[in-house]
């Protein structure tokens, strides 16, 4: 995939911000909050989905992280993808895909359908981050790129925020259908701004088509080279915990842990987890920047990464008073929220020719890993038997601690993995 590194050699990235860029950036970043706010939409209004659909913790974790396995399965192949069409043709490609998926999700009755409709909306946003990298790669000087990733990325996850009180006031105003259609309706709003935003981009030279199975062997080939890379497997570790807490919390578990241990109705849940997606924000726009206070990606990451293990603890072990609740969420969101600062570091890491494959496998991981925690917690939710209620299923607060007791295994053991890493910052 063309991304940072992967600039043909009479490329001149710059830094102007003209009219045309900031339209540009706008546009990328209205897609990514697509994205974000689909991948977390289901977390508030999880209670009411499992009730209608009569779904356990294991059936709902499932259905949840389907989105997430068709994303991280489409990686490679949209990588490939952009480097034939170039990222104009396959964003307005994916967006058609991520409306379809909306559509089915939106008039599903059973689980199968709804299962299909995560998976054919994950497909879809599967582009919505790294074909805008691929972008800024050749509009961006490498100096700057480490700011536009957390630009991006910060600027998306306003789309998350939109997940929590927004989502569970419209649900609760309009029933949780309603929201699919109307991420339905803003997809044809980004559709027109992409394609009006990126109509001067240079476009690229389409490669015959059976070039194209050529490059996936080729891109599938390199993964292997990176991997065997030294100091692969430390970065690699920390990628895969950078979403975890908040995918899982905000994600899946959070709206579910809030009824079931506090007694919270839906727009409550929502305001609650908003505190913890508006840090979450806020955070990833600071951290993406804070390489340059530090000089350093190695010294922000480690920080980040032992506070969120902190907060994780915390979680596992007592039952956060409900007073402080809000606060403790927003500092988890604002601590957790460094992963721009590993994909810089991926990007430093790896030699030229191959960061394009190392940033697309790392975001696979990403992904995967996220995959991987929604379909199992489901399981470990599951040890304990829940208590049926009038509003369905609650489970006890070991439950969920349980989830929180392995995410704040998998922060250490990533934090242990890391502290290895070397300073890979560049020089001047």
Known sequence: MTVQGDIEEDARPSDGLTRSTIYLVASCLLLYMLSTFLRNSVGVIAPDVSRELDLNATELSRLVSFFFLSFALCQIPVGVLVDVFG?????????????????????????????????IIGMGCSSFLMAPLAVYAHRFSPSR???MIGIQMGGGMVGMLAATAPLASAAATYGWRSVFWAAAIAGLVVFLAIALSMKDEAPRQPRKKDKIGKLLRSSFAGLGQVIRMPGFAPVMAMQVITVGPSSVILGLWGGPWLHDIY??????????LLANGALAAL????????????????????IGSSVTFLFLLALTFTKIPRGILPFFLAGLGFFGAFGPLVFAYSRSLFPKEYVARGLTLMNTAQIGGVFLH???????????EPVMTESGPEYPLQAYQLVFGLLAAEAAIAFLFYWRAREVYPKG
């Not at 964003?91 to 939106?106: D, H, K, N, Y």
């Not at 007694?263 to 609650?272: D, Y």
């Not at 990833?284 to 480690?302: A, N, Q, V």
């Open 87 to 119: 990222p104009r043709r396959v964003i307005l490609g994916s967006l058609a895909v991520m409306l379809a998926g909306c559509a089915v999700f939106a008039t599903g009755t059973t689980y199968v359908q709804l299962a299909v409709g995560r998976l």
């Open 145 to 147: 790129f480490s700011t």
């Open 263 to 272: 007694g919270m109705e839906l727009v409550e849940r929502g305001n609650t």
């Open 283 to 302: 955070g990833t726009f600071l951290w993406g920047m804070s390489d340059r206070r530090f000089k350093s990606y190695r010294k922000p990451i480690l």
């Open 374 to 384: 929604q379909a199992m917690t489901g399981y470990l939710i599951d040890f304990y």
